[in-house]
């Protein structure tokens, strides 16, 4: 491994080896960890069993749960086991065993109503507990895998790197996955940020009611869609922190920060259907305007039961046109060539989506691969460089020759490296 860092920017390239770096790979959070390749490294020793499994539900939440359902108790162990059974090879620490559990609580719905959403807790069997991690998933389109079922690999994945390691790990489900039936507010990041949020004040109660010393610090990680999410979250506690906890670090793996003028291009240029639909459907149930404005038939009538919950990613990669012009208007394609931002109700919403227009004061990793062609190196990119500009505390970290689903395996070992490192100059 070699790194370099100059200015904020650092390389960290890990040989990629054998692995297979696949072109056109979609956006899935059921693909990257499955291929991840991590081997946790089982500290010496046996784990301190000192919480037990209900102390979690004892604990008074002052309303702010509806229920707990208990998944289970995982051991070092397991965990070993879990990234062995993935083809891991790099190398992560964990110290502790954890539970796990499902936690379901009302947040803000998308037009400021109240609505019910659930998450995967993650709970290390110890009171020496360093704080709070939130990790905030990628896209999923099909309700099963939701990341608190918890999602394998995705879920069990997570726990094992943050809530083995000594951390309270939240994994939030956002409306229209989990519970929620709801459609998914997709790049909506103001009912993100409340679920998110919202999850993150009940680790906190869990924190104070379990850790020997709470320590009140929080620290933020996410990829792709989860990458944007992250910073929406970093970017409101910074502007207004509705938490107890003080937020140490963020990283986001594979985050698109501008929809509108770096993931709108690119989706239209490498006929990444999947991302313009998602996009149209979304925003047009947001701002309650026809899809037909964007979307030509018998799409338009298509995507919104397709984008129920129902539907994986292997139905939608099967159905969903292979280019853009298949799928969007005629209108909308000629008007996007003549800079005509019509409709604008679409357009508005990208505007609102860009996650780029801070100044982060806590210190912000922005993780990106050279060979990812679902989220382009220019996002990452192009973030920094804004961010720099506004004095914020920004580094960009390029990963090497990873594409979007595979950078995880580079980024997620640093990851838990620098946030241990964080909590150790932590007062």
Known sequence: MSRGVSSGVSRIHDDPGEAEIRPEMRTTTTVWLASLALTIWVSAGCARDEVEIGAVGALDYQGRVERIETLGRYSTLDATLLFQFAGARAK???????????????????????????????????????????????????????ISEPSLPEGLGTAGVFGGDGYIMVAADYIGLGVS????????????????????????????????????????AGFSQGGGATAAVQRSLEQNNSTGLQLRGAAAISAAFNPLAVSLPHAIESNDTLSMALFATSFSQLYGQPLSDVIQAPYDSLLPGWF??????????????????????????????AGTQAPQWFYDGLTAAATSDYAPRAPLRIYYGDQDTVVIPKEAEAAFTGMQALGGDVELVDLGAYDHDNIVVAALPNIQQWFDALAGQAP
């Open 92 to 146: 992560v620490a964990t110290e502790d065993d954890y539970y796990l559990y499902r936690v379901v609580y009302p947040t803000a719905d998308v037009h400021g109503g109240t609505t019910t959403v659930s998450g995967l807790v993650a709970v290390p069997a110890t009171r020496d507990i360093k704080g709070v991690v939130s990790w905030q998933h990628g896209t999923n389109t099909y309700r099963p895998d939701s």
């Open 308 to 337: 129920d919950g129902t539907k994986d990613q292997d139905f939608l990669s099967a159905n969903l046109p292979t280019r853009v012009d298949q799928l969007v208007t005629p209108g909308f394609l000629s008007g996007y060539e």
């Open 181 to 220: 039936t709801e459609t998914q507010a997709y790049y909506d990041w103001p009912s993100t940020v409340s679920t998110v949020t919202d999850l993150i004040s009940i680790a906190e109660i869990m924190l104070d009611g379990i850790a020997r010393a709470p320590r009140l610090d929080l620290y933020l």
